[in-house]
């Protein structure tokens, strides 16, 4: 007896439906006999014998290629310069990638059609079903053979699930059943991710933050870049102070901060200046720096990389290696020192217009891999072993610099430091000897021989978008006052040796930054000229620190400190109404 499925005899209903291609079952498949091994178009060859040739070429003349590469470097021979061999060589790896990427492409191709050909199938037995039950008795027409004109004619296509409740979320959030990092890549929306995450954030804490915005902002531009996990953000007022006449050119100079009379006061300091002549500002040094820290077996193995690292001929090789991490990373100088088996080594370059930690330090990685080559007995302690020094006040950075160091000066009249400033030449320079100068070495200050340097550094920088942090270093000041032309005039200048600013990358992309950027004239990179607009913003800040120092020198000369600040930067707000 023939136990086998009959096929249906054709009907009004389905007559349609026995058109289409039968879904192959899973017993033919296992009936079907094995295929022959394939043939390979490339070579006259079984298929597995031609992917094991690929496979070696590949990797052979890669490894040929990289070790002739590091021959090069070392011998400071022109990359660009190659033998026939390794003219043959590179046409192999370009052969062999060529093949392999054709063949496991193709094959990556091919299984993703089957999958989705094989969920075709599925959807279409289900959809044949509903038909067959929800039809009434009327014939249907005829349909083409292809499975999507049919599912197109006769039911709407799949509707796509529906997302999930905001509610739901954010209790999946505080039960920590999704992370809350993960919220962006799950949603796609970046501002509805940190709608639920402040929403999480207030259930789980108990705390309202109700006064913190978070509408208003795109949180697109600040998606693997500026912050992680938003809920808001942080409203800062910005001032305009000046305009401040710099090398002859007028600067109307940006200031995000909340402390009152800071922007009234530099704007007073500008006004003394331009109403004097301007100020003149020089930059006379540029170069990043990041300095990791390797160790040895023994002191004396330390001591041989110190020397290696300190010779000149081996400079030119370390800067090509250096180089190549960056179209604009230029190694200048490398400086070591030596404690114990432990030795120190300080990396300095030009970076363009950016601040350039990252391209520093992407440099530097590249010449500890080609030193562990020659010193295999070396280990890396840290890509940083705070010899650069970032982020903090050090002796290294306030005498070598790090970043752009630049001195601004400016000769003030008598006749405007009387008017303007309200005070006198003689009462200026007897305040910045014993205040600046001796009352700062009598605290011990490490590059803090001013008056309030930091106030106007870290207002720029966070109305332009630079690291805040940096502001430690940045803000490395001495301020100097001089009586000149018989004591009539005055002469002040500030140097700061370590400004790290940059005007491309970090926050300096954002729209607010940006703008700031664009008022100064330094937004982005210069192409014409790169690093220029880097160096002209780090002169601007020279320019207002010098501003803001003669202000505010000038006002407690005269005794009008306090009796400003109570009148700016005391609240009239009645602080009793306002809700915790």
């Known amino acids: 007896m023939d136990l086998r499925r009959r096929p249906p005899k054709p009907s009004h209903r389905n007559h349609h439906l026995l058109k289409q291609p039968q879904k192959p079952s899973s017993a033919a498949i296992r009936r079907s006999p094995s295929p022959a091994p394939k043939a390979s178009d490339a070579l006259p060859l079984p298929l597995y014998l031609t992917n094991a040739i690929f496979f070696t070429l590949f990797f052979s003349v890669a490894y040929y290629l990289l070790y002739r590469w590091r021959d090069k470097i070392r011998s400071s021979t022109p990359l660009h310069v190659v033998t026939l061999s390794e003219l043959a060589a590179i046409l192999s790896l370009i052969a062999s990638f060529i093949y392999l990427l054709g063949f496991f492409g193709i094959d990556f191709v091919q299984s993703f059609i089957a999958r989705a050909s094989h969920d075709a199938w599925d959807i279409e037995d289900e959809d044949e079903t509903r038909f067959l039950l929800n039809q009434d008795h009327r014939p249907a027409p005829c349909l083409n053979s292809s499975i999507s004109t049919s599912v197109s004619r006769f039911m709407d296509p799949p509707a796509p699930l529906p997302s999930q409740d905001d509610e739901d979320l954010v209790k999946s959030v505080v039960s920590g059943d999704i992370p809350s990092y993960a919220l962006e890549s799950r949603l796609g929306d970046c501002h509805r991710a940190a709608s639920i995450r402040r929403e999480a954030v207030q259930r789980l804490t108990g705390r309202s933050l109700a006064g913190l915005p978070l509408d208003g902002f795109d949180y697109e531009s600040i998606l693997g870049q500026c912050c992680e996990m938003p809920i808001g953000y942080v409203q800062i007022p910005v001032g305009i102070a000046g305009p401040l006449l710099l090398n002859g050119c007028e600067y109307s100079v940006p200031m995000a901060t909340t402390e009152g009379c800071l922007v009234a006061s530099t704007n ?68 070591c020192s030596l404690a114990g088996r432990n030795l120190y080594i300080r990396f300095s370059c030009g970076t363009g217009d950016a601040m350039g930690m990252n391209m520093v330090s992407k440099g530097v990685q590249n010449v500890l891999e080609f030193l562990q080559d020659e010193f295999p007995d070396m280990e890396v302690g840290g890509i940083s072993g705070n010899f650069c020094s970032d982020k903090k006040p050090a002796a290294v950075n306030w005498i070598q610099g790090r970043g752009k160091s630049v001195v601004c000066e400016a000769m003030i009249s008598g006749e405007v430091v009387e008017k303007v400033l309200k005070t006198s030449v003689s009462a200026l320079v007897e305040l910045n000897m014993i205040k600046n100068l001796t009352g700062s070495a009598i605290a011990g200050a490490l590059g803090g021989f001013n008056a309030h340097a930091a106030n106007i550094v870290s207002a720029i920088f966070i109305a332009t978008g630079q690291d805040p942090a940096q502001n430690i270093e940045s803000s490395h000041c001495i301020t100097m006052m001089e009586a000149i032309n018989d004591g009539k005039d005055l002469h002040i200048s500030v140097t700061m040796p370590c400004i790290e600013v940059g005007t491309v990358g970090g926050g300096t992309q954002l729209a607010s930054q940006s703008a700031c950027l664009n008022l100064l004239g330094v937004k982005g990179a210069c192409r014409e000229s790169p690093a220029s607009n880097s160096r002209l913003l780090a002169a601007i800040v020279a320019g207002s620190v010098l501003a803001g120092e003669l202000s505010l020198m000038s006002a407690i000369a005269s005794g009008q400190l306090v009796k400003s600040h109570m009148k700016y930067n005391r609240s009239i707000r009645d602080m009793s109404t306002v809700t915790s």
């Open 268 to 335: 007073r300091g500008c006004k003394a200046i331009y109403a004097s002549g301007g100020a003149t500002s020089v930059l006379f040094r540029d170069g990043m720096t990041r300095a990791p820290v390797v160790k040895f077996p023994t002191a004396s193995r330390a001591s041989e990389l110190l020397f290696f690292l300190e010779e000149p001929a081996n400079f030119d090789t370390l800067a090509v290696v250096f180089n190549k991490s960056s179209r604009f990373a230029r190694l200048q100088k490398i400086q």
